[in-house]
């Protein structure tokens, strides 16, 4: 890759933007098959699922690609990607490596970087790893004794519940991991309290452990978290994180301990250490505590909440419901893969930098809205979109591209863009007929087991059915926002939503933030060494967005006539399935792009069996 300085780079995207892509319709670059080819991401873990990033109908050729790689270069974006196992604060001696708070047992990553400005003597260069899993070694104990009935509450009851309190980030990482889980089969038998029914003296009692989320001092929304739980059974989980509704709300939860259990026990220090566990930035305080139920962050979460989702704030709550095998092997071990990924693919492979790479082609480059609406077409995905919006908020919130390379552009539009959460269709008319056009990122599970929790009410052939529909109103969406109305989305598709693919998404978003930071010039060491130089941006007001629109005649009902199209090229593949060598004889469907006709041959081919299974059945 030539060298070329951030301000040529930033130049020759301008120019390249202004007089080669502007005028190109996405019509025409849909029908250029190797560029659509060459623009779906596949990332495969080997009986862990598959993600799949189409960025084929965005606005960009394939030239765009390489001079967004040039730029990324000359922001230094492969060194940033190379120091992230040593550290990523400003401070190198630090030891804050994010990767090390998910790498597996065994590994060995040291506490800074072996380069010759380095004075640190090799000796002195400790595994920053053997902390981490130490911690570990600490929830799973903590875990397993909850779940196994080991420890107890005050009146002998099995606790079964979590209460979290908290704020920020990890708060909505939590709550996207907690809703996917429960609707996985493998996440749903381990939050199954049947093995335990016994234990309840055979009550209709709820079937699952459950988690509730407090990030709000509001006394009314804590009643109603708390409403329909039975103290004997609950455990408070706080992460104190040095703000002052974090520890409002703990006081409150408090309270409540004393005020339920206080006949029960009069000693109050023996109600808190069975019902109460801390997690805290505060070493201080850990020193001085010095009990088993308070969890000290690491250095690199601490203060920072962006990176606190893969450390005891979320992991510990979570072993509790789900159980630590499942946290430790599939969750981590998916954030981890992500981790590898990032660190050992091809720039041009490499699905987070791609995926910062066009955000910021969209934000800066061309003449449409800045920021992106994420919009959910599987249930459990709802969760994710909010997580995203928050963990960007906090990382791409200061600094800014230098001056020099905004002179070609008005630097007021050459900003960062915001992200919005659709969570049910409310954007819709935002994205077909604003005058500026937003980008759409849409997420799909391909796999309809997902809904297996509903076959007692739902026939099979229901339910498939239904995700067909999911399926092809997705697909339908893009391609009337792209063919017809000439405006971008990615989309994100995931085989099954299981912990594997939680914790890859979530590493996938850490990732793309901070390159996208990088990419910015935002200074992401700040954010990683204090909280007192965050600045969260306003809110963007969707008032502020609707008022732009224009009326254009079409938009969502036009995408339900090319969704039922798809529905019927979608029954004509799955008919063609059935016949003999179709295996080998992949169906073409007529009047469909590339992208959508391999995406509907991939879902067929994947649901093949449980259709074929389910003949004749109900």
């Given at each position: 890759?030539?060298?070329?300085?951030?301000?040529?780079?930033?130049?020759?995207?301008?120019?390249?933007?202004?007089?080669?892509?502007?005028?190109?319709?996405?019509?025409?670059?849909?029908?250029?098959?190797?560029?659509?080819?060459?623009?779906?991401?596949?990332?495969?873990?080997?009986?862990?699922?598959?993600?799949?990033?189409?960025?084929?109908?965005?606005?960009?050729?394939?030239?765009?690609?390489?001079?967004?790689?040039?730029?990324?270069?000359?922001?230094?974006?492969?060194?940033?990607?190379?120091?992230?196992?040593?550290?990523?604060?400003?401070?190198?001696?630090?030891?804050?490596?994010?990767?090390?708070?998910?790498?597996?047992?065994?590994?060995?990553?040291?506490?800074?970087?072996?380069?010759?400005?380095?004075?640190?003597?090799?000796?002195?260069?400790?595994?920053?790893?053997?902390?981490?899993?130490?911690?570990?070694?600490?929830?799973?104990?903590?875990?397993?004794?909850?779940?196994?009935?080991?420890?107890?509450?005050?009146?002998?009851?099995?606790?079964?519940?979590?209460?979290?309190?908290?704020?920020?980030?990890?708060?909505?990482?939590?709550?996207?991991?907690?809703?996917?889980?429960?609707?996985?089969?493998?996440?749903?038998?381990?939050?199954?309290?049947?093995?335990?029914?016994?234990?309840?003296?055979?009550?209709?009692?709820?079937?699952?452990?459950?988690?509730?989320?407090?990030?709000?001092?509001?006394?009314?929304?804590?009643?109603?978290?708390?409403?329909?739980?039975?103290?004997?059974?609950?455990?408070?989980?706080?992460?104190?994180?040095?703000?002052?509704?974090?520890?409002?709300?703990?006081?409150?939860?408090?309270?409540?301990?004393?005020?339920?259990?206080?006949?029960?026990?009069?000693?109050?220090?023996?109600?808190?250490?069975?019902?109460m566990l801390l997690v805290t930035g505060n070493e201080r305080l850990y020193q001085s505590s010095r009990s088993e139920s308070v969890f000290l962050l690491p250095p690199i979460a601490r203060n920072s909440e962006p990176f606190c989702v893969t450390t005891s704030m979320t992991l510990l709550p979570l072993s509790i419901i789900f159980g630590w095998p499942l946290v430790e092997d599939e969750f981590l071990g998916g954030a981890h893969a992500m981790d590898t990924h990032v660190m050992e693919s091809n720039p041009r492979h490499n699905i987070p930098l791609l995926l910062a790479l066009v955000d910021l082609w969209n934000d800066a480059f061309l003449s449409q809205a800045s920021g992106r609406i994420i919009q959910p077409f599987s249930e459990n995905f709802i969760g994710y979109g909010d997580f995203v919006a928050a963990l960007e908020s906090q990382v791409c919130s200061g600094g800014g591209i230098d001056i020099s390379m905004t002179s070609s552009r008005n630097t007021k539009?050459?900003?960062?863009?915001?992200?919005?959460?659709?969570?049910?269709?409310?954007?819709?008319?935002?994205?077909?007929?604003?005058?500026?056009?937003?980008?759409?990122?849409?997420?799909?599970?391909?796999?309809?087991?997902?809904?297996?929790?509903?076959?007692?009410?739902?026939?099979?052939?229901?339910?498939?059915?239904?995700?067909?529909?999911?399926?092809?109103?997705?697909?339908?969406?893009?391609?009337?926002?792209?063919?017809?109305?000439?405006?971008?989305?990615?989309?994100?598709?995931?085989?099954?939503?299981?912990?594997?693919?939680?914790?890859?998404?979530?590493?996938?978003?850490?990732?793309?933030?901070?390159?996208?930071?990088?990419?910015?010039?935002?200074?992401?060491?700040?954010?990683?060494?204090?909280?007192?130089?965050?600045?969260?941006?306003?809110?963007?007001?969707?008032?502020?967005?609707?008022?732009?629109?224009?009326?254009?005649?079409?938009?969502?009902?036009?995408?339900?006539?090319?969704?039922?199209?798809?529905?019927?090229?979608?029954?004509?593949?799955?008919?063609?399935?059935?016949?003999?060598?179709?295996?080998?004889?992949?169906?073409?469907?007529?009047?469909?792009?590339?992208?959508?006709?391999?995406?509907?041959?991939?879902?067929?081919?994947?649901?093949?069996?449980?259709?074929?299974?389910?003949?004749?059945?109900?």
């Amino acid at each position: 890759m030539p060298i070329t300085s951030a301000s040529q780079a930033w130049a020759i995207l301008v120019r390249h933007a202004r007089d080669d892509i502007e005028s190109l319709r996405l019509l025409e670059l849909c029908l250029d098959t190797h560029r659509v080819s060459s623009l779906v991401s596949v990332l495969q873990n080997e009986n862990k699922g598959t993600l799949v990033v189409d960025f084929s109908r965005q606005k960009l050729a394939l030239e765009t690609l390489d001079h967004l790689l040039h730029f990324a270069y000359a922001r230094k974006c492969m060194e940033f990607i190379n120091r992230m196992p040593y550290s990523i604060s400003a401070n190198r001696n630090e030891g804050r490596s994010v990767l090390a708070l998910r790498a597996p047992r065994g590994a060995n990553i040291l506490h800074s970087s072996p380069s010759p400005s380095n004075s640190l003597p090799d000796e002195q260069r400790f595994n920053v790893c053997l902390s981490v899993h130490k911690e570990w070694d600490r929830m799973k104990r903590f875990s397993e004794s909850y779940r196994q009935g080991v420890l107890r509450s005050c009146t002998g009851a099995m606790i079964r519940d979590v209460v979290v309190v908290g704020s920020g980030v990890a708060m909505h990482a939590l709550r996207f991991v907690y809703d996917a889980l429960l609707q996985d089969p493998k996440g749903n038998q381990a939050a199954s309290l049947s093995m335990q029914r016994r234990t309840f003296g055979g009550s209709s009692d709820p079937p699952h452990r459950r988690l509730r989320l407090i990030s709000s001092i509001d006394t009314s929304t804590a009643l109603k978290a708390l409403q329909d739980l039975d103290i004997n059974n609950s455990c408070d989980n706080s992460s104190l994180t040095g703000q002052e509704e974090t520890g409002l709300a703990s006081r409150l939860l408090k309270h409540w301990l004393l005020q339920q259990l206080s006949s029960v026990s009069r000693k109050t220090e023996s109600i808190f250490s069975k019902h109460m566990l801390l997690v805290t930035g505060n070493e201080r305080l850990y020193q001085s505590s010095r009990s088993e139920s308070v969890f000290l962050l690491p250095p690199i979460a601490r203060n920072s909440e962006p990176f606190c989702v893969t450390t005891s704030m979320t992991l510990l709550p979570l072993s509790i419901i789900f159980g630590w095998p499942l946290v430790e092997d599939e969750f981590l071990g998916g954030a981890h893969a992500m981790d590898t990924h990032v660190m050992e693919s091809n720039p041009r492979h490499n699905i987070p930098l791609l995926l910062a790479l066009v955000d910021l082609w969209n934000d800066a480059f061309l003449s449409q809205a800045s920021g992106r609406i994420i919009q959910p077409f599987s249930e459990n995905f709802i969760g994710y979109g909010d997580f995203v919006a928050a963990l960007e908020s906090q990382v791409c919130s200061g600094g800014g591209i230098d001056i020099s390379m905004t002179s070609s552009r008005n630097t007021k539009d050459a900003s960062c863009g915001w992200v919005i959460n659709d969570r049910g269709d409310v954007y819709d008319r935002c994205l077909f007929q604003s005058k500026d056009p937003t980008q759409a990122e849409m997420l799909l599970t391909l796999d309809p087991t997902v809904y297996q929790r509903q076959t007692k009410m739902m026939k099979i052939d229901d339910i498939i059915s239904h995700h067909d529909a999911l399926l092809c109103s997705l697909l339908g969406q893009a391609d009337e926002l792209a063919l017809n109305h000439n405006r971008p989305s990615t989309l994100m598709l995931v085989g099954h939503l299981d912990a594997f693919m939680c914790g890859q998404l979530i590493a996938l978003a850490e990732h793309r933030t901070l390159l996208k930071a990088q990419l910015w010039n935002m200074n992401s060491t700040t954010v990683l060494t204090s909280t007192s130089n965050i600045n969260i941006p306003s809110v963007i007001s969707p008032s502020s967005i609707i008022s732009s629109l224009s009326i254009i005649k079409g938009g969502a009902s036009l995408r339900t006539v090319r969704a039922d199209g798809l529905r019927e090229e979608l029954g004509k593949l799955v008919k063609n399935a059935d016949l003999p060598g179709a295996e080998d004889d992949e169906y073409s469907p007529e009047g469909v792009n590339l992208s959508t006709a391999t995406l509907l041959n991939n879902y067929a081919g994947r649901t093949r069996r449980i259709r074929l299974n389910n003949v004749g059945g109900d």
